[in-house]
């Protein structure tokens, strides 16, 4: 079997509510919340970034491999915001796990698609029996100018995944598949702080469009139906969109209920179906179907079905870190974002 043999997740501790800052923006609250269906979101410490994240949620990753001492022959890192414009966030996280230098390092950026990127890169090359493990990452510190949408939703976090091949693994991955096409829904150019976007237009055509394309590939590869699986986690920039997905689909809350985190932590970007995940599966049992679908603006998606084999949450679970938080107000998000110097 090919799958995950490790997995963590980390999310930043500190959080702003909504309210917070439609507060200071003379919004209404609740208009937001509704709209968005987002409550708060996680902001990262000074000390936080992409690498410190995504070291420590492969940290995590580490504590529950079913497999003793892989080989890990390949890290790749995708974000969207990675702490050097030339200087490989990869390497940094390699040589902190002690996994250097007999090892493939890359950073990947395909906006919220790079982490599940890494994963399709990483499985194709065991099953090309290139290397026996590798190191799939997801991890990144969002970015919304002030005022913009985005400040609502803008999240920081990161997931770790080690896959491997075995007769033991966490769980098998069934079916990959992919889509992509040139649709500039959300970009950010070289030198730019803050993203851009096209508003509505980055529903249609780009997240609803590509979202249903993947599921819509990857059922009728496997043969399975929305309702054979226990648990589904699609792309969450807002709560809104992945349940106008739902509801096309027939898919229920209770499948929803552990991989729909962003109205609590935000969208946490290229972490967000990588979090999703690692949450399911800290409540998955034995027989468990899970379909995955992320989302990346430019734009693409990837989609995978998993079979739970062997349940094993990591020492820190992604309810841990939901669960310990601290609320700040707005003059400390901007501090800790690194708006304005102490």
């Known amino acids: 079997m090919i799958g995950i043999i490790g997995y963590g997740s980390y999310i930043p501790m500190y959080r702003i509510k909504t309210e917070t800052i439609a507060k200071i923006w003379g919004e209404d609250p609740e208009r937001i919340e509704q709209g968005l269906g987002i409550i708060e979101k996680s902001v990262p410490d000074y000390d936080e970034d992409t690498v410190s994240m995504a070291i420590q949620a492969a940290i995590n990753a580490k504590s529950n491999l079913v497999v003793e001492n892989p080989s890990i022959g390949a890290v790749f890192v995708g974000s969207e915001s990675h702490p050097y414009v030339v200087k490989s966030s990869a390497s940094i996280v390699a ?63 990161a997931g770790a995944f080690i896959l491997g091949k075995g007769k033991k693994v966490i769980a098998e991955i069934i079916a990959t598949y992919s889509v992509t096409t040139d649709t500039t829904d959300f970009w950010r150019r070289e030198g730019m ?36 699986f226990n648990h589904v986690i699609l792309h969450q920039p807002n709560a809104k969109f992945p349940n106008i997905v739902a509801k096309r689909y ?25 979090i999703g995940l690692a949450n399911v599966l800290d409540n998955s049992k034995k027989g468990d179907l899970i379909l995955q679908v992320s989302f990346g603006s430019g734009a693409g998606a990837d989609a995978f079905v998993y079979e739970v084999k062997n349940p094993s949450p990591p020492r820190f679970t992604t309810s841990y870190y939901i669960n310990r938080k601290t609320y700040i107000d707005y003059a400390t998000y901007l501090k800790k974002k690194r708006m304005i110097i102490k």
């Open 95 to 157: 040589e902190a796990l002690g996994i250097t230098p007999e090892t493939l390092a890359a950073d990947l950026e395909f906006a919220c698609r790079a982490g599940t990127a890494g994963m399709v890169a990483i499985y194709g090359m065991i099953k090309g029996d290139l290397i026996s493990a590798g190191l799939a990452i997801g991890s990144d510190t969002a970015q919304g100018r002030p005022a913009d949408a985005l400040e609502y939703s803008a999240g920081a976090g």
């Open 250 to 274: 027939n898919i229920t809350n209770e499948q929803l209920r552990h991989g729909l985190l962003v109205s609590v932590i935000g969208n946490t970007y290229s972490a967000a179906t990588m």
């Open 193 to 228: 702080r803050y993203p851009s976007h096209g508003g509505r237009f980055t529903g249609e055509p780009a997240y609803f469009k590509h979202i249903q394309m993947a599921i819509e590939g990857i059922l009728k590869r496997t043969g399975y139906k929305i309702e054979d």
